[in-house]
Structure formats: C-alpha cells, structure tokens
C-alpha cells in the first residue's frame, strides 16, 4: 500500500485482444512489470449487436450494470437510478475518453466527464508526435507535469477506450492493426515517463484491459479459464468450492462466462506484485498471472481502492 492516495490511467483495448503478437513489445514490457490476470464478462443476450456488447462490458467496468436487464434479453444498460460514480467513491474525480458517441453517453449516466479523444488531439498546436502529446496530455490532466508531482490535478481517474474500428489518430484509412500499434506506442510513452525510480512512477496506478469483443465457437475451449478440464460437468464437481469470481459475496452469480475474458494487467512500482507473466497474452496470464479471476465488475473498486476512495477488494 502507498502513502499517499494514487491517480489512475486506465487504457482499454475493446475486441483487440485477438489481434496482440509479438510485435506489440510495449504491452509485453508493460506485462512483464505487472501484476496479471482476468476480469470474467457475464454471456451476451441473445442476437446482441456489437454496439449494445461494448455498452453492457464497459458497464459491468464501472459496476453500474443490472442484472436484470440481460434476462429481458436487451443486453446491460447504465442503471440511470444508481449513484453517480462519485457519489459512490468518495468524490473520486473521473473521466472517459473515447470518440464513440455511445460510449460518451454511458459516461454521462455514470456521472463523470466525457472527453473526445479527437477534440483532445486538436489541441496539439506545436506539432509533437501524436503519441507523445497525448501521453503527456493524460499525464498533465492526472498532475503529472514534467516528470513531477502536482499538488492538485484536474483528475483522480482517467479511463482511455479504444475501439475497434476508432480513428484516434485521424486516419480513415487505418485498421485495427493500427489501432493496436497506437495503444502499444501510448503504453511505451507512458513506461518511459514513469519508469521505476521516477517521482511519477509510485504514484501512477496504470491499468490495461483488453477485450476479445464478440466471442466465437472456438472460444470456449481455446479461452476458458477453468482449471480443470471436465471438472464443471462431472460427478465431482461438487466436491470443488465454487471459485470467487462466481460468487457475489454467499450468493452465486447466475450467468458467469467461463471464457473470453477481459486481459488486465496493473502496474504501479513498488506497490502492485510482480507475477511471472512476461507477455500479454491468455495463455501467460492463466499459467503465470498472480490475479487470477475476478469477475469485471469489481474492477473499478480494485481501482478505487489504490486511489483511497474504496475499501479494499478481496484479500
């Protein structure tokens, strides 16, 4: 635990967690620091659209999913009855930043400020490399200045969505691959400026999430987080505890996924673990990864918990 409440930086690769390989070595250094595992995703609804997916998942991040909605079959929308996310958290002070229209009106319901990713990058007025200004941008709004601590910042928490098929760099033309390359770039800059040793590093909480988006046939034997094949369906099964992420608090949870994760690792230096995992990828995070399963919407109160707005989560 730190001696002082951290900030936050969130980056959230939406369905590009297929598409990571060797070449994105950034997101494997990051993988390499940090401390891995996955969040659990509940099954879509029905003929779901891709539109009404990435809203249901990034709810579930924020905790502010009902579960009732699903069995109308209609997917998971912001609950607009639930507190704000700072009323929940102590006041945190959060933002997303993203360039889809959708995703900004779920952080409106959420209560934190919505931000184009677009309309951020327009502001670069000398010219610097895109990636660069906008790392130091994130920084800056967080209190992070020139490699130093700000007394106040504009933020507590910022979480950065990048989807597939979002042009954060302007480009019609790109595709997802490019995408990708524009998050390992970001995460490469971000590294760079809060390398351990760095004032900024013990006090930046980092966070990457990547999703596989709409999951296919393949997916629940190639990405199942099951520890033991064949277990769930045997005889024996019973003689099993039920592991945590199925479970909220004695109850069970009724509609757990048991595959297609959401990949995360966190870093922040000297206070998050160090696993074995040194790539970002499914098979490294279940045979390495020191965090396990946890279902995703626990995530933000893991989060708020290094910010000192959260008891914590878990052991």
Partial sequence: MADKPSRALVIFGDGLARFVDQSHTHLHALASLASCGFLSLSNAPPSESDEKRMIRELALLFDACDSHVNKNGDGCEGNSQRKSIPERFMGMRAALLTNNSSVQYLGSELGVSSLRLDELMQTNHLGLPLVDFLASELLKKLGFQDGKIQDTSEFDLLFVHIGVGDKVHGDKDKSTLDELKYIDALVGDILQKTQPGSEIGSRLHL?????????????????????????????????????????????????????????AAQWQYGVTRKDKAETFSFKEFKELGSNLVIPADRFIHEVAFKLWKAPKYGA
């Fill in 207 to 263: 966070s990457l999430l990547m999703s596989y988006g709409n999951v296919f046939k393949d997916d629940e034997s190639c990405l199942s987080v099951l520890t033991s094949n064949g277990v769930k369906n045997s005889d024996l099964s019973v003689l099993f505890p039920r592991q945590s992420y199925t479970m909220m608090g004695e109850v069970q949870r009724s509609d757990v996924r048991h595959h297609s994760p959401m990949l």
